[in-house]
């Protein structure tokens, strides 16, 4: 239900309704909702702000792009000259489809197959993060068989803990990621057999959503003191990778991300006398504040204790509240004074889990009405699925006032792509 522009002279929830100068109320009238909307001024400001930070040091961003893989923000990062952080062969497509050189491409994750890692080689791609020693053997012999020196740094498990929500740390010794120290020493030992792969990089990531700086420091610490070893003993350290984590403000006032100046002061701490490249992964801090979910109220269901908002976007659309019970500000965005009350805001996906808050004191709302979800840039639609057959939303990026389409809401056509009945039976 399209909802009337009020006339009247701007208010707070006027101001609301703005981003990146567009007025989220009109584009909702002539989009349907959901649909996720980004703000490239925001994501341009995130990155002016941490190289800034960042000045005078021989510092790279490669983006982690699963964060928000959207041809149109990948775009956006190669026009910053913002490299990328792939753990799949599809991250590694969509980057270079985007215009993302070769030479600014780190390749993480503990499952790289044989596919991907050759891919990857083919590609030329600036470092692999090495995350066990049957990958180390496995980059060895491809490499080999390519006749292609692979450069590769080891990713250090720093066994510190993030603070963070524990589906999303990383650095901890029972995490399924990189390797202890003492692993990755005896590596460095043996790196003189390996005649196709130049270890000569150390990589640290310990957690996402990271709101204070003293585990960033502890990590880079630990790092370090391996890398003064390691060149103690004679190995050169061309590049250290402080991975990514940088955490956001998801709820207005009671979270409070980490400066960057403050984060920048400590790696220059860390890392003072190192005179080779650093490289940094941030994902979720160069893009989720920058988005916005915009949905409609489908209706209000009263419940025998709380009072059920449905909107017409779900767990499939933005997953991180039933995955982490992530907290997100809701806004509507709907004109005059309203009474307040307590919501559960849910989704129509028929999944108890599909619930984006749980008693949020909101204004009364109407069918109808429009809602905007806060913090999605990130691990939003890049989280997204069908689940219950609901077409992907559309994704708006706006910019200086005006808006563009970056991704079609899928049809049900494309929706069911690649899908046939049982036809052609094989015998396997
Ligand atoms: C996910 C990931 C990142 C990005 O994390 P954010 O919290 O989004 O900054 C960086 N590096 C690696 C290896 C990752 O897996």
């Not at 030479?103 to 066990?132: C, D, M, P, Y």
Request: aromatic letters at 6%; proline letters at 4%; a negative charge.
């Amino acid at each position: 239900m399209p909802q009337i522009l009020s006339s009247s002279p701007p208010d707070a929830q006027d101001a609301d309704a703005f981003f990146d100068g567009v007025d989220l109320r009109r584009l909702a009238e002539r989009l349907p909702t959901p649909f996720h909307a980004y703000s490239a001024h925001a994501i341009r400001q995130r990155i002016d702000g941490l190289q800034q930070a960042l000045h005078g040091l021989d510092a790279t961003l490669c983006y982690a792009v699963k964060a928000n893989s959207t041809l149109a923000i990948l775009h956006l990062m190669a026009e910053a000259g913002v490299g990328a952080d792939i753990v799949s062969s599809g991250e590694l497509w969509r980057s270079l489809h985007a215009g993302i050189p070769a030479e600014r491409i780190v390749f993480s994750g503990v499952g790289k197959t044989e596919q991907e890692i050759a891919e990857a080689l083919a590609a030329g791609i600036l470092r692999f993060n090495v995350e066990s020693a049957d990958e180390l053997h496995t980059l060895q012999r491809l490499a080999s068989d390519l006749h292609i020196a692979a450069r590769a740094a080891v990713r250090i498990n720093p066994d510190v803990d993030a603070q963070t929500h524990a589906k999303i740390s990383t650095g901890k010794a029972e995490n399924k990621f990189g390797v202890s120290i003492a692993e990755a020493r005896r590596w460095f030992a043996e790196a003189g057999r390996l005649t196709h792969v130049r270890l000569d990089g150390l990589h640290v990531h310990i957690g996402s959503q990271i709101l204070s700086v003293e585990p960033f420091r502890l990590a880079l610490q630990r790092v370090a003191a391996f890398w003064r070893e390691l060149e103690a003993n004679g190995h050169a350290i061309a590049s250290i990778d402080v991975g990514g984590g940088l955490g956001v403000c998801y709820r207005a006032g009671q979270d409070h991300p980490v400066a960057p100046a403050d984060y920048a002061a400590a790696i220059r701490e860390a890392l003072a006398g190192f005179r080779g490249r650093i490289l940094l992964e941030p994902g979720r801090y160069l893009v989720a504040e920058a988005g916005v979910l915009l949905t409609r109220v489908i209706r209000i269901k009263q419940g025998e204790r709380q009072n059920f908002l449905v909107l017409d976007a779900a767990m499939n659309d933005l997953l991180r509240p039933s995955l982490y019970d992530a907290w997100h500000d809701i806004v509507p965005l709907v004109d005059g004074q309203r009474e307040r009350t307590r919501y559960d805001v849910v989704g129509p996906v028929c999944e108890t889990g599909d619930t984006f808050a749980r008693d949020r004191e909101l204004p009364e709302l109407r069918p109808g009405d429009l809602v905007m979800i806060r913090g999605t840039g990130a691990y939003g639609a890049s989280m997204a699925s069908t689940y219950n057959s609901r077409p992907l939303a559309a994704e708006v990026l706006l910019d200086q006032r005006r808006h563009a389409i970056v991704r079609h809401r899928q049809r049900f056509e494309d929706m069911v792509a690649g899908e046939q009945p049982a036809r052609d039976w094989d015998m396997a």
